[in-house]
Every structure is written in C-alpha cells, then in structure tokens.
C-alpha cells in the first residue's frame, strides 16, 4: 500500500492543483471520424517567492511532466528503501504514516538490483 498510496496522494495533489483551471473535455462519438487537430495548450501561472510566472504548455507536455514527477517519486521510494536511508525517503512521502512503513520496508525488502 506504501507506494500505491504516494501514487494516489501525488495524483490527487495534482488533480487538486490543477482543478482551478478548466482543461479539455473528451466527447464519445458515435462512429469513428479522422480529423487533424493542433495540440491543445493551457496557460499556467506559477506562483514564486519572486512572483508570478506564465507558461504555456500542450496537454502532451503537461502529461508528461506528471509522469516525470510520479517516476521521480516511485523510483525515490525505492532507491532510499534500497539505500536503508530514513532522510531520503522524506523526499517522498507525504506524511508520517508513509515514511513509517518505508522504513518498515527497510528491513523487509529484499532487492536483487538497485533500483
């Protein structure tokens, strides 16, 4: 449940972050259709301590900086378990719950190959 939870909370994390800004909708159609369309874009606004910052991004890169983020966290899980490193896998996990059973998974994982 470890990873799949930090999965889910990094999915959920996104889904929340992103909620404020509408982003496409898919249609069903009844019979198939071949139709050439542009790559939708979507403006993001990022927040800094040096202020506010626009980018504009297709859904394609959008989707594949999500899976960025979530391969960083799941391999992370895995490399500070492998590592038996209690300070890495806080930056991983979300809350005290998480890191508690990856450092249970410290003591009863058993890897062939690092991560």
């Known amino acids: 449940m470890g990873i799949v939870g930090v999965l889910a909370l990094a999915a959920g994390w996104m889904i929340w972050r992103d909620r404020s800004t509408p982003g496409p909708t898919t249609t069903l159609l009844a019979s198939p259709t071949t139709t050439a369309e542009s ?15 626009t980018s ?28 038996k ?20 998974a410290m003591d ?3 890897f062939t190959t690092g991560p």
Not at 39 to 53: D, I, K, M
Not at 58 to 81: K, P, Y
Not at 85 to 104: F, I, K, M, R, S
């Open 56 to 83: 504009t991004t297709t859904e394609e890169q959008r989707l594949a900086e999500v899976v960025q983020i979530l391969t960083d966290l799941w391999f992370g899980w895995f490399d500070a378990i492998y590592r």
């Open 85 to 104: 490193d209690p300070d890495a896998l806080w930056e991983v996990v979300a809350n005290q719950n998480y890191h508690a059973t990856g450092v249970e």
């Open 108 to 110: 009863t994982v058993v």
């Open 39 to 53: 790559p939708t874009t979507t403006q993001l606004v990022t927040t800094t301590a040096e202020g506010s910052t």
